[in-house]
């Protein structure tokens, strides 16, 4: 069975750091690509970026680029995502997305969701 963990949200002033987790278990996670998506009441879920099953990292939202990360611990089937200098506007719930090998930006094709964990930055 598969499973999609994610944790590390938080409230955090604008300009801080939080570092959220996605932990997998029941998956090729060594050929699995994960991705970050958002939503905010009211909008679409937004794709953030991804990490794929080579290690290599897709941004989608053009806003975080020089700001966010993604990494990998293929030992403990966990992906990352480091935010810096945060901004109120990525005030959203975060949702850890996995599918083989390759990313997509259409969230439609990740059978494989966490429950989400909850951003706020404050002004």
């Known amino acids: 069975q598969v499973q999609v963990v994610e944790s590390g949200g938080g409230l955090v002033q604008a300009g801080g750091s939080l570092r959220l987790s996605c932990t997998t278990s029941?998956?090729?996670?060594?050929?699995?690509?994960v991705a970050w998506f958002r939503r905010t009441p009211g909008a679409e879920r937004e794709g953030v970026l991804c990490?794929?099953?080579?290690?290599?990292?897709?941004y989608w939202a053009a806003s975080v680029k020089g700001r966010f990360t993604i990494s990998r611990d293929l030992a403990a089937n966990t992906v990352y995502l480091q935010m810096n200098n945060l901004e109120p506007n990525d005030t959203a719930m975060y949702y850890c997305?996995?599918?083989?090998?390759?990313?997509?930006?259409?969230?439609?094709?990740?059978?494989?969701w966490g429950q989400g964990t909850q951003v706020t930055v404050s002004s």
């Open positions: 997305a996995a599918r083989d090998a390759n990313c997509a930006r259409n969230s439609m094709v990740y059978p494989d």
């Open positions: 029941g998956l090729k996670f060594r050929t699995t690509a």
């Open positions: 990490i794929d099953w080579a290690g290599e990292t897709v």
